[in-house]
């Protein structure tokens, strides 16, 4: 994790912005990552404000990957229990968010306007 933004923005936005400085949305793929960043946003408490972020997730053929095409395993390890049951019944419109009520993996619409975590290449 770089930088987390704290301007809420939609998830394209949240791209470009990341992209500006050389990044990418924070790509989160493996079980070691995501126990690192579930440990950082949980230590944070109240700050930066508790809040879903855009993290690099997208649908793409049945399964969802970062911008770099990496793959997101479908395991509990990632995402809430109800979206994993339903991991493969993607909607174009949705992204991948940060939950911050758990802290694991969910999906909203890309034109909600959330903070967003950035990752250098």
């Not at 994790?1 to 939609?10: G, L, P, S, W």
């Not at 993290?55 to 970062?66: C, D, K, R």
């Not at 911008?67 to 395993?73: F, H, M, S, Y």
């Not at 493969?88 to 758990?102: I, K």
Request: glycine share 6%.
């Amino acid at each position: 994790m770089d930088r987390v933004v704290q301007t809420r923005m939609n998830f394209t936005a949240a791209q470009d912005n990341c992209a500006a400085d050389g990044a990418t949305l924070a790509r989160i793929t493996t079980v070691p990552k995501m126990q690192l960043f579930q440990y950082i946003l949980r230590s944070w408490g109240g700050n930066p404000e508790l809040s879903d972020h855009w993290i690099s997730g997208l649908p793409q053929g049945g399964q969802w990957v970062t911008e770099l095409n990496e793959v997101i395993p479908p395991t509990r390890d990632f995402w809430l229990p109800q979206i994993l049951s339903a991991y493969s019944n993607q909607e174009p419109e949705l992204r991948v968010v940060m939950f911050y009520m758990s802290f694991f993996f969910n999906r909203l619409h890309y034109s909600e306007g959330l903070f967003s975590i950035c990752e250098k290449l």
